[in-house]
């Protein structure tokens, strides 16, 4: 019986490694999951806070995460031991385990600076991004509202202080008669290389013979001053159009699309009256009803409970509503145009950060 005691006590620590696993793989998938949510949310937080900063004549701070590093380490320790009180007692066993479990991350932040930041935020975003934008579905009258400033010198408003102005009368018909054209699926992006850094891009209208499109088509070319015949249309940079530029169009950077959302924010009437910020513009729609914004930025003293992304700047919350699914929505739509129009160019990363 003694010997079968001692024989169980030698065996323990052999079971004890033997039962020990690999970490890694039981960590990927909460891991990959938890980091995922983590970034999305840092993205919408500075996106956000960015568009505030803009409105309160801040300047935009953006850092990027070039690296998110996880580390591991399990380490063990397991004693066994036996003594023999010979006055009766016989042996007395002892059993001794310890462990620990570190998880130590290391996160990389990259800030955006010189010729990294013009390019992201500064430059007009190529036309290649609004029209692929258009020929992946997305509404062309939200598209063309929060990325061009004017197509064929007719000009879209823009809310930004700098050179805030109204919308020319025939911006709005105008996209409605496009999406018009969208919605019965009669509008396709195509392109022609004419090298091999370069190609040109057309907005085609279908030739289905209908009464509707066919006024739709004249109007459109009425408002664009170009044959009322024409169905198909060359696209590209430019104030004005010429015989072969049909489409002129001027776009805006990224950073001219945060101006214009933040104009619409919902300040404080304090920080108004205190000339801490502008006023909202008081755009019109052809109808004579007001130019509704493309999200629905509030502010609160205190922290939102329901909110789909929130910061605190100046004294209060600013906040978009996770019951407005247009907000959220166009929000994430800008995302994305942010993201496609990022330059490329990278650098070390300036600042790592062991978060423990």
Known sequence: MKARQHLFFLLIPAIFIAS?????????NKDRTDYINAYSESWKKQLLLNIVR??????????????????????????TGASYEPNGIGWNPSVGAQGTMTDRPTISYEPVSGARFALSLMQPIPTTVIMSLVYAGYPIDQVFKLTVNSVNG???NFGGSARRHEASPEFYPLLGCFKKLQGKDDIDITS?????????????IGERQDTSVTETIKRINHI???PDSLRKYRVGIGIRK???????VMTRSILEILADIGAYIHVPEEHIQAK???PEPDFKMPDGTPVQPFINIYSS?????NAFASVYYNGYWFYLDKAEYRSKGIFSFLLLISSLVQSDEKTAPMITIPAR
């Open 192 to 204: 022609t290389r004419i090298s091999e850094t370069k190609e040109e891009l057309f907005i085609e």
């Open 154 to 156: 007719i000009k879209n």
């Open 301 to 305: 003293k205190q922290e939102p409970v």
């Open 276 to 278: 801490e910020v502008y």
């Open 20 to 28: 020990c696993k690999s970490v890694g793989p039981r960590t990927l």
């Open 54 to 79: 803009i409105r309160y004549a801040d300047a935009p701070v953006m850092m990027d995460i070039s690296s998110i590093i996880s580390q591991y380490e399990i380490s063990g320790q397991f004693n």
């Open 224 to 226: 664009l001053g170009i």
């Open 242 to 248: 010429n015989d072969s530029l049909q489409f002129a």
